[in-house]
């Protein structure tokens, strides 16, 4: 297999969009592996030719596959059964220690204190609808906008760090990115440090974030690359059998 990040390499030996290329690219071949793990673990428990003795007769299925459309009371109906309730209990439980492990490997890392993540913070939604979400009681937006504000214009947030900036541009292409910065950030100190909110203390929040280049925390992002990306396409693979199976 491929070594996606030679560890015994500086992570900043090269620039982090050159990385995240790196990891793009990857991701197919990634997700094929996780595609064929998934598929191993399910043909464990496929049933060996029921069909022998299969009260329903000339049902004229062929191709004995995962995905066919059996009927009901055939085996292998019961084994598509079987995989749901397997992918959706003791499976999801497993990538969610798989999560665990990764996120944990983050306190190998120590903040350097750029300030860049208070200076220019990234979110999918609007202020307003963050705000609504707060209400409603979501807990990462109630905690991101009882700090973060909103840049009254993009060219204000590219100020703030032009690099990162048209990294997220770049990256995001078609989709729509709202830029946020909080006003306690004084030079590259935060001014209320001690009742910083947990939206602070937990960045970055997801390893696979795009993170600004002088982020410590890029250490353990490229570490836990292919982990993380592995644990994407299950889940969202999961998510696949769910639906076709479901
Ligand atoms: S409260 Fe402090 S740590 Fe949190 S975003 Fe603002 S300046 Fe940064
Ligand atoms: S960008 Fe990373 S290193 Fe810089 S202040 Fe934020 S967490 Fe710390």
């Keep these: 297999m491929t070594n996606f990040f030679n560890n015994s390499q500086s992570p900043f030996a090269k620039p982090i969009e050159t990385q995240y290329d790196d990891l793009k690219s990857n991701y197919k071949q990634?997700?094929?592996?996780?595609?064929d793990q998934i598929r191993a673990e399910v043909d464990k428990f496929k049933p060996e030719n029921p069909c022998a003795h299969c009260p329903i007769k000339d049902c004229k299925i062929e191709?004995?596959?995962?995905?066919?459309?059996?009927?009901?009371?055939?085996?292998?109906r019961d084994w598509q059964m079987q995989i749901i309730t397997f992918l959706t209990g003791d499976y999801r439980q497993k990538l969610k220690q798989d999560y665990k492990a990764i996120m944990d490997k983050k306190s190998e890392c120590e903040c350097s204190r750029c300030g860049n993540c208070c200076r220019l913070a990234t979110s999918e939604h609007s202020y307003?609808?963050?705000?609504?979400?707060?209400?409603?009681?979501d807990k990462f937006a109630r905690s991101f906008v009882s700090v973060f504000v909103p840049y009254k214009t993009e060219e204000e947030a590219k100020l703030a760090n032009p690099e990162f900036f048209k990294l997220l541009e770049d990256t995001m292409e078609d989709q729509k990115v709202y830029y946020y910065y909080c006003?306690?950030?004084?030079g590259n100190e935060c001014s209320d440090y001690e009742n910083r909110p947990d939206v602070c203390k937990d960045f970055p929040h997801n390893p696979l974030k795009l993170l600004p280049s002088t982020c410590a925390f890029n250490a353990w992002k490229n570490a836990v690359a292919k982990?993380?990306?592995?644990?994407?396409?299950?889940?969202?693979?999961i998510e696949f059998y769910k639906n076709k199976l479901g």
């Design 30 to 35: 990634i997700f094929m592996l996780a595609a």
């Design 63 to 76: 191709t004995k596959d995962v995905f066919t459309d059996y009927p009901a009371g055939c085996k292998y």
């Design 128 to 137: 307003d609808q963050l705000k609504q979400r707060a209400m409603r009681g």
């Design 183 to 186: 006003p306690k950030l004084k």
């Design 227 to 237: 982990q993380s990306m592995l644990l994407k396409a299950k889940t969202d693979i």
